[in-house]
């Protein structure tokens, strides 16, 4: 009698429904993806027990380094077709007689924070590399002469009023200089706005009090 | 291993003689490792980006035209305090008024689990108890309520409280942003329902120096 023999072949798996199920989570993941902006400044927040999720869009960022420098930040809205930043720029340079050609101020709309007077936007709208634009940054004038920052979030806020405010200061950040921006963001008739700040948990036992 | 196999082409070949076609395998494996990282990176990239804030509310700028008359703080449940930097907090119960003498005595603490949060906890007793009480029988399923409402429930606690007291928080010179992040969250934590932020007054600016000068000389005597 003969042996019956058995075929011998690799088994074969059709992961052909697994590659389909991967390519479609990986467009959606991608699609969904924000990536963390570059920031022209490092910021060490403080920690909370606040859990609330920060929005990702339609939110003014004002950053309060560690030499107390404040800079500025908007975003340009859901996707591209808002231009809030070049309208937001457009009306800045209105308010100070300024001219930006279309190009500078769609090259202003992919540009992250800053921290610098309107006089020194043209340079650090042009400028080659952002090595050279971290170096500009000066400071937003903000005294009652001159107060530029007052006007960025007017015109932020007028643009689009439902603009959220986040706050969003270093540990050793001077408390004069926050107190300094929350009074300019009182004024434009802002008194609801979020802090950012790490996560931290807290544990009270019942017992100890 | 994934694979392609091409079906060869069904029935016998008419009349032509067809060269055997051989099935084309196309070996998927190094593009799944691929998707597979690729996924990978990015499902972590998404959910870790999401930057926590904490909201605060103040009241409106008052307009120096026609000032709004302050509202007063009961005596009684009025709880002071002082921030001045380094860490460290000064406090006070009731209020200085300085045509009522003697001015309430200065106690000296920090942000440590043991230092303002306790005194905090004894003055919210009440408050405190009765919201974490109902977070719990959350959690354990005691009381049926949803995830959303927990929240509404703690502020209508926080309406009703008549017990608990007025914190009214000053910064010193030289407070750093941190410190003032510190206290809000204290704030939080032990469900303090009435706070506000103000401005130090040149009476309690006087207090704290001379709290100081006296600490001073303490601190000089010891070393």
Not at chain 2, 171 to 191: P, Q
Request: proline fraction near 5%; hydrophobic fraction near 40%.
């Amino acid at each position: 009698m003969g042996k019956i023999k058995l075929k011998k072949s690799p088994p074969h798996i059709d992961m052909t429904p697994m590659v389909d199920l991967f390519c479609l989570l990986l467009i959606f993941f991608i699609l969904t993806a924000r990536f963390i902006p570059q920031e022209a400044v490092a910021v060490d927040t403080p920690s909370s027990v606040s859990n609330k999720i920060s929005p990702d869009r339609h939110i003014i960022t004002l950053t309060v380094a560690k030499d107390n420098k404040v800079f500025f930040n908007v975003d340009n809205g859901v996707d591209t077709s808002e231009h809030l930043r070049g309208n937001i720029l457009r009306a800045m340079a209105y308010q100070y007689q300024m001219k930006f050609t279309p190009e500078e101020v769609e090259k202003f709309e992919g540009l992250q924070n800053f921290s610098l007077p309107m006089s020194g936007m043209k340079a650090f709208i042009n400028a080659e590399s952002n090595e050279e634009r971290d170096a500009m940054h000066s400071g937003i004038p903000m005294d009652s002469t001159d107060n530029q920052l007052l006007y960025w979030i007017r015109f932020a806020r007028n643009y689009y009023n439902d603009f959220e405010v986040a706050l969003k200061g270093d540990r050793d950040a001077d408390y004069v200089q926050i107190k300094k921006v929350i009074d300019i963001l009182q004024d434009n008739n802002i008194n609801k706005f979020n802090l950012t700040t790490n996560l931290e948990e807290v544990d009270i036992e019942f017992d100890n009090i | 291993m994934a694979e392609v196999v091409q079906k060869e082409g069904g029935g016998k070949p008419k009349g032509k003689r067809r060269s055997k076609r051989l099935s084309a395998h196309i070996d998927m494996t190094p593009m799944v490792d691929l998707f597979c990282l690729l996924l990978t990176f990015f499902m972590l990239t998404t959910s870790m980006s999401k930057p926590k804030v904490m909201e605060i509310v103040l009241p409106e700028k008052e307009d120096p035209k026609e000032p709004t008359k302050q509202p007063e703080v009961d005596s009684a449940k009025a709880l002071n305090i002082i921030l001045i930097g380094d860490d460290k907090v000064l406090w006070y119960n009731g209020l200085a008024n300085p045509a009522k003498p003697p001015l309430p005595r200065m106690h000296e603490t920090d942000f440590s689990d043991d230092g303002i949060r306790q005194v905090l906890l004894q003055r919210n007793k009440d408050l405190f108890t009765k919201i974490e009480q109902m977070k719990s029988d959350v959690v354990t399923g005691k009381i049926e309520l949803h995830r959303d409402s927990v929240d509404a429930q703690r502020k209508r606690f926080m309406r009703q409280d008549k017990a608990g007291p007025v914190v009214l928080i000053k910064a010193y010179e030289g407070v750093k942003y941190k410190n003032i992040v510190d206290i809000l969250d204290e704030m939080s934590i032990t469900n303090i329902a009435l706070y506000a932020l103000i401005d130090i007054n040149d009476v309690e600016k006087k207090m704290v120096a001379d709290y100081m000068a006296s600490q001073g000389g303490i601190a000089a005597s010891n070393k």
